[in-house]
């Protein structure tokens, strides 16, 4: 149980397009999605916090003009990169909690290259 | 807010030492903590996590590790190493507060020599 997918695995995209990236859990109703950005040999940095039918909360620094983040239901959270620059390549990797649960099931990633 | 710090970046071991990895955490209360192990290119896998009670946890792999309130630590060990062990090893704390955030360490690279 508590498996989270994403989709896509990879995605290579031209510079000024938009990419979007969706989170679903599988076999609960999630509470919150979170959205991490890992650069190469970096750790995990925490973008925002989604709740189902709330906006998101963005932690400081991340714009959130540029990373839409949209909670449509209690299964699924996308993230669109809008107008991605090739410094926006990276590994985004989602997760999610469950009821009143402390634990975060996370998503295999997203490799993002933006040419 | 909670930070945590994983002080070292490499560790080498021999196949079949014993693996000790530091994790110290700050937090103005009793913290929930994970370990996660990640390969290259993957995503992450739970070893193991404490949310109460007993400080000493087992996980997979076998994987432990000791909830130390007094030192702010909680460190992962391995009696024997194996080579699949090398990878990417994260420790993360969560808040007791609404957010449920999560804050990870930098991580350490576990190198395993055959």
């Known amino acids: 149980g508590a498996v989270v997918s994403q989709h896509p695995s990879r995605v290579i995209c031209k510079s000024g397009t938009s990419v979007k990236i969706e989170c679903r859990s599988l076999d609960f109703q999630a509470t919150t999605m979170f959205w991490y950005r890992q650069f190469p040999k970096q750790s995990l940095m925490l973008m925002a916090t989604?709740?189902?039918?709330?906006?998101?909360?963005?932690e400081q620094g991340v714009e959130k003009d540029k990373f839409l983040i949209n909670h449509a239901s209690l299964t699924l959270s996308t993230l669109t990169v809008t107008s991605a620059h090739p410094e926006d390549s990276s590994f985004y990797i989602c997760s999610a909690r469950a009821g009143q649960g402390l634990e975060q099931f996370f998503g295999p990633g997203t490799r993002l290259t933006v040419l | 807010a909670q930070s945590v710090t994983q002080p070292d970046i490499h560790i080498t071991v021999s196949e079949g030492a014993s693996l000790e990895l530091r994790c110290n955490y700050s937090y103005g209360a009793t913290p929930y903590l994970f370990w996660y192990v990640q390969s290259p290119g993957q995503g992450l896998q739970l070893l193991l996590k404490y949310f109460s009670g007993d400080t000493l946890v087992q996980g997979i792999k076998g994987f432990e590790a000791e909830f130390k309130r007094s030192q702010s630590s909680f460190n992962l060990r391995k009696p024997s190493v194996h080579w699949s062990d090398a990878a990417e090893y994260f420790c993360a704390v969560g808040a007791r507060d609404s957010s449920y955030k999560l804050i990870f360490g930098s991580g350490t690279r576990l190198l395993v020599r055959p």
């Open positions: 989604s709740n189902e039918g709330s906006k998101a909360t963005y």
